[in-house]
């Protein structure tokens, strides 16, 4: 059985909890054990074999500046040590739970150095559609694995559904859905209360739900990465400028203005979101959705009157909610809904990932 070594890159809400989750596996498992021998944020590393609970004073103590090269060469230690001690066939897994927009770029030469990769960043899957050939051919040519879940729907399985369907055969007609548990709240609670969407819009940030600009969530920007994502899962070679969004900034406060004042500015919402409810009918409410054509090869961002009598219609929270139109369902499609964001169930997601790749090399 294969030795897992983990390095996590991000050490915010998401790696954290991860951290916490893997030290807690680790505690409950005997037979395969998870070893983080690195953990690190866009400037500095810690690198101690075995990295546990303890490792927030650690970090602040002994992490020091770094670069892939020194990553690479701690990890050719820790092989080099089990193969002189002829203990287990050592693996390597690379982790991205940053939100950064560039890091995707080392993954080519992360695997080419022998890592595996597991990511919550969506970037990579939605850079030009080159990068994402030439990522899985990497993939392919060094026999690694690439997981990548969490990166539409946190915990919830709708990557790997859907890729068992196209891979399966199945005839995929539409893909719709309610992509983004922050719009989820939002709309959910505007629909059935009589509050203002600016009222809401801070509630939802005191929950830690929306982007701390949360015109990045109102651009719809996100909900198209996430769509874009699916598409190419069933093969359309599509690129972020093909999907056709609408955005729910006003022209007035979009990004030529500060955050303080769109945060100045924000009960400018109100007048716009309070007409779009005022054309709902009672048994309708406003829902903000991804939907894939596949037939027409068309991918839209939008907000939507939805009625109350179906998946989308009857949303909670800040669930997500994903319907799964194909051949072999017909007119009712396969439902797969669930909570749709929070660092838990996105490391919990991401651990679930890992455990996959595991369980491949054993």
């Known amino acids: 059985m294969s030795q897992i070594n983990i390095v996590i890159f991000g050490i915010g809400n998401v790696g954290s909890t991860l951290i916490t989750q893997i030290t807690d596996f680790n505690k409950k498992t005997t037979n395969r054990k998870l070893n983080i021998f690195c953990i690190a944020n866009s400037k500095l590393a810690l690198f101690k074999d075995n990295v546990t609970s303890g490792w927030s004073s650690n970090f602040e103590t002994a992490a020091q500046p770094y670069t892939l090269d020194d990553i690479y060469a701690f990890a050719k230690t820790i092989k080099e040590q089990n193969d002189n001690e002829h203990t287990q066939e050592q693996e390597f897994v690379a982790v991205d739970v940053t939100a950064s927009a560039t890091f995707a770029n080392n993954y080519i030469d992360l695997v080419e150095h022998g890592f595996h990769i597991v990511t919550a960043n969506k970037v990579a899957n939605t850079l030009s559609y080159d990068f994402y050939k030439k990522l899985r051919a990497s993939l392919t040519l060094n026999k690694k694995k690439f997981g990548y879940e969490t990166n539409v729907g946190a915990g919830l399985p709708i990557i790997e559904t859907i890729k068992n369907l196209y891979e399966s055969g199945e005839e995929i007609h539409k893909i719709r859905g309610v992509f983004s548990g922050s719009l989820s709240y939002l709309f959910n609670n505007f629909s059935k209360e009589d509050k ?23 651009s719809g920007k996100d909900v198209a990465r996430k769509l874009l994502i699916l598409s190419r899962e069933i093969g359309l070679g599509k690129e972020f400028g093909d999907v056709k969004i ?76 994903f319907e799964i139109y194909t051949a072999s369902y017909g007119d009712q499609p396969l439902v797969i809904q669930g909570a749709g964001a929070g660092k838990a169930v996105t490391a919990r997601g991401v651990l679930s990932d890992i455990i996959k790749i595991t369980q491949s090399l054993n």
């Open 246 to 321: 609408q955005s729910l900034v006003p022209k007035e406060l979009n990004g030529k203005t500060t955050l303080s004042q769109f945060r100045e500015s924000v009960k400018t919402l109100d007048t716009i979101f309070t007409e779009s409810k005022s054309k709902l009918s009672k048994h309708e409410v406003l829902r903000h959705v991804g939907e894939l054509n596949v037939k027409t090869q068309e991918l839209e961002v939008k907000l939507v009157q939805e009625s109350k009598f179906t998946a989308l219609g009857q949303t909670q929270g800040a669930d997500a909610v």
């Open 196 to 218: 203002d969407f600016s009222d809401i819009l801070l509630e939802a940030d005191a929950l830690g739900l929306t982007e701390p600009d949360a015109r990045e969530d109102l």
